[in-house]
């Protein structure tokens, strides 16, 4: 394509906005992993649109719609290996990315509410999370699914929508794909269109007077991007995603998708008080985290402990529940 060609789509693309100045130290890799997180939700945005095609949200087709891809369609197939490891992916960014900003102080004034958005995502994506292991109707989703209903009694009228007899016309597991594939979808994107206005005008928190224009910090994210997709499209044809029997209610045998063993882990040791008590202390602490370390002082330094505390318990938690033999919380057969 010739110069003339090249630059009269740029101009015509308005490709001259990205130029503007951001921090040259922005350009380190530390500073790409909201964008790499971003990336993978992306690809389970793209692959995602590709298996509501073929899945069957009712009770009794999920299963099956889930093995008749499995068993005929090699590339469908393929395509949900990706969409579940980019779900890790996504998980093990935004962890990455949330210990990167906490580390560098990136919440502090004038970044409140974009931490605070940020905490919201976070939700969120634990939200999708769940309910994409809900949707698998196998035995480790019946399982979760009878986690999430038990919790729900817990919580008392909030946790309405996830009883079972919440509405006689709908089922509980198309609710939940309901949520899967359009509110939580909707609310993410929304959070994150906040996010995003927020980061471009108040500017990530990189010090240092030099400036470098944003494109060359597309270029090589763009690099970073490409390798982290090649190597969840290899990991997904090495290692398919796991499909279990069809779920059979009034049992506990399995253990959830790894991102939640830290709160199997507290349910282990708390009881099924501990589903609600360990995501009440990780959001509960981060909730507070900009209004307890706002300068340079105590607050400051029982903020930071507390993170470096909880986040090595997070690990040792998934590591903990990862090792130890399935228990049961729900007081069923194992
Ligand atoms: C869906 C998940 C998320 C996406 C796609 C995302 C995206 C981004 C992007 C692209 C940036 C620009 C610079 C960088 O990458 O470091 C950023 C910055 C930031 N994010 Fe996120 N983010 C997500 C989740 C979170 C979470 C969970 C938190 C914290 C609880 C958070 C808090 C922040 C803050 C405070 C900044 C500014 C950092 C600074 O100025 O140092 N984000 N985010």
Not at 47 to 59: D, F, R, S
Not at 138 to 149: P, S
Not at 162 to 184: E, Q
């Amino acid at each position: 394509m010739s110069r003339g060609v090249l630059s009269g789509i740029r101009e015509r693309l308005a490709v001259h906005a990205l130029e503007y100045p951001i921090p040259a130290r922005a350009n380190r890799w530390d500073f790409m992993l909201g964008a790499l997180t971003l990336a993978a939700l992306t690809v389970l945005g793209l692959t995602g649109i590709v298996l509501t095609q073929y899945y069957n949200p009712a009770p009794l087709g999920a299963h099956d719609s889930l093995r008749y891809i499995i068993t005929e369609l090699p590339v469908v197939t393929w395509l949900r290996d990706f969409h579940v490891w980019s779900a890790s992916g996504a998980v093990m960014l935004v962890f990455a990315h949330l210990a990167a900003v906490f580390w560098r102080r990136g919440f502090r004034s004038p970044r409140e509410v974009l931490w605070w958005s940020g905490v919201l995502l976070l939700a969120v994506l634990f939200g999708l999370a769940f309910t994409g292991t809900v949707l698998r109707a196998d035995q480790e989703a019946v399982e979760a699914l009878a986690h999430a209903v038990a919790g729900a009694q817990l919580a008392g009228p909030a946790g309405a929508p996830f009883r079972p007899d919440f509405t006689p016309s709908s089922p509980i597991l198309t609710r939940m794909y309901g949520l899967h594939v359009s509110v939580l979808p909707l609310a993410l994107v929304s959070i994150l269109a906040l996010h995003l206005w927020l980061i471009r005008h108040l500017g990530v928190s990189a010090t240092g007077e030099a400036r470098a224009a944003f494109l060359t910090h597309l270029r090589p994210l763009g690099g970073f991007v490409l390798v982290l997709v090649a190597a969840v499209a290899a990991l997904s044809l090495a290692w398919p995603a796991s499909l279990l029997q069809p779920g059979v209610e009034g049992f506990e045998v399995t253990k959830p998708f790894w991102a939640f063993l830290w709160i199997y882990a507290a349910e282990n040791l708390f009881g099924m008080a501990g589903m609600l008590v360990a995501p009440s202390v990780l959001f509960g602490f981060l909730a507070l985290v900009p209004l307890a370390d706002r300068s340079e002082g105590l607050g400051a330094r029982i903020t930071r402990i507390a993170g470096v505390v909880l986040f090595s318990l997070m690990l040792a938690a998934i590591a903990y529940a990862a090792l130890a033999p399935a228990q049961s919380h729900l007081d069923m057969p194992m």
